[in-house]
């Protein structure tokens, strides 16, 4: 069963524009990840953020996380044509257990 | 360092038949985790093996089994093939159980049962 659930379930975007997704979950975690995955390929992990961290950053990209809404955001500064792909929340609790959530499709327009 | 790979990329089978999938972690990683990803259930997890022992198992029917071997290389079984193992199956390395933070993902094997 999916633990998280992403919206929107579909984002098109200009290149240059900003990009926000969300993602939702159910039970308690010990760490939230976003991965990219590119049309049918494997995943690629971006950032991780641990359940006592509320937000993160690597390059472009900026997670928030609120425990307390059992939701998390990703946003993709400055979007270009490469970041077009799928992109899924994960979450892993107290047994290791991993789940995913639906995805997004992120598809940015040059 | 080479990147995960898995054998093979395709594979159609028929139903009933089995299936053998295979996995080689990156060098020196001993986690080998199993996914499976389906346009209507997304992405499950199926198993996870360390030190050729399995540590955690997804909620999937006991026709799905898995092993690793010594060389830290994993391999996933499933048995009485259904039209609804059609999937995409991916796996993935990391040095540690739950180093989700250094874990990496093969380019994966599509399977089509037909």
């Known amino acids: 069963s999916q633990q998280g659930e992403e919206d929107p379930q579909a984002l098109s975007i200009q290149e240059g524009e900003n990009a926000t997704m969300n993602c939702s979950y159910k039970?308690?975690?010990?760490?939230l990840q976003w991965y990219r995955q590119n049309s049918g390929r494997g995943l690629v992990h971006l950032i991780l953020i641990r359940s006592n961290e509320r937000e993160k950053h690597s390059g472009r990209l900026r997670v928030t996380l609120d425990t307390s809404k059992k939701s998390s955001s990703l946003l993709i500064t400055a979007s270009r044509a490469a970041d077009t792909a799928s992109y899924f929340c994960a979450t892993d609790d107290n047994n290791n257990d991993m789940r995913f959530g639906a995805g997004t499709r992120l598809t940015v327009k040059p | 360092k080479a990147g995960v790979t898995q054998t093979p990329r395709y594979l159609i089978k028929t139903r009933g038949q089995q299936v053998t999938l295979s996995c080689s972690p990156i060098s020196g990683h001993r986690s080998v985790s199993w996914y499976q990803q389906t346009p209507g259930q997304g992405l499950q997890f199926l198993f996870e093996y360390f030190s050729e022992t399995q540590r955690n198992k997804g909620n999937f029917p006991g026709r799905f089994s898995g092993r690793q071997f010594s060389n830290s290389r994993s391999e996933m079984n499933v048995s009485t093939l259904e039209l609804g193992d059609s999937a995409l199956y991916l796996c993935?390395?990391?040095?540690?159980?739950?180093?989700?933070?250094?874990?990496?993902f093969g380019p994966g094997t599509r399977l089509l049962v037909l």
């Open positions: 993935a390395s990391s040095i540690r159980p739950g180093g989700w933070e250094t874990q990496y």
């Open positions: 039970t308690s975690i010990n760490n």
